[in-house]
């Protein structure tokens, strides 16, 4: 008898459907909290783009943050003598975690001047810990781009550190500048880093499925 009811049992799930996956079980996908609105979708980009923007992050961005490995260095210690103006740059633009960028996008409110890009991990579950992210960038129409796979342990080794589930840019500040004003050389320097920024933010942005 136990094994007719196991048999049974088996050609009932094999025949019942698989379930499809609920809003917010996966943050390329979110409930949209407006009435009569569809869910919120966000673009994924593929295995093989992730790698080549991964390795960009890596070369373009994070090798110009100094001795210290990639994000592991205070962001305070950017005002001592020993930071140079294309690590200060790099720093004040880019943005990684959770927490860090959603103060970010707080801060977009005050200085309205709007998120150059944001890059999330597909893989951080629940996917409702950073879903008001996707749900900003797609408030404010801010380029927004998904990394498949184990892309928070991928990105967390690409900028120095364990995980990584969000980073995003910031444009750049044209008061920063104020200090080399007199100084040539050094206004070059922070004129030719925040065009390297300014550059990868717009290749990854280009990237973008539509």
């Not at 991964?54 to 943050?65: D, F, W, Y």
């Not at 890059?119 to 950073?130: G, H, N, Q, S």
């Not at 920063?176 to 030719?192: A, G, I, N, R, V």
Request: a positive charge; hydrophobic letters at 30%.
């Amino acid at each position: 008898m136990a094994s007719t009811n196991t048999t049974s049992t088996s050609r009932r799930n094999a025949r019942s459907p698989p379930k499809p996956p609920r809003d917010n079980e996966d943050i390329s996908c979110i409930s949209s909290p407006y009435p009569n609105h569809l869910s919120i979708k966000s673009p994924i980009c593929s295995s093989e783009m992730k790698y080549v923007l991964l390795e960009r992050l890596q070369k373009e961005i994070v090798s110009k943050l100094g001795k210290s490995r990639g994000m592991k260095r205070k962001r305070r210690d950017c005002n001592k003598p020993s930071c140079t103006i294309t690590e200060s740059v790099v720093r004040s633009r880019f943005v990684c975690g959770i927490n860090q960028c959603t103060r970010a996008l707080e801060n977009d409110d005050k200085i309205r001047c709007p998120i150059s890009l944001i890059i999330l991990a597909r893989d951080v579950r629940p996917a409702t810990i950073f879903e008001h992210i996707s749900l900003y960038a797609h408030i404010r129409s801010i380029p927004i781009l998904i990394f498949p796979g184990r892309a928070s342990l991928e990105i967390g080794e690409a900028v120095g550190i364990r995980r990584a589930a969000a980073i995003c840019f910031i444009p750049k500040d044209d008061k920063s500048s104020l200090p080399f004003h007199d100084d040539k050389t050094k206004m070059d320097e922070w004129k030719e880093s925040n065009n390297d920024v300014d550059a990868f933010v717009s290749n990854v942005v280009s990237k973008i499925p539509s």
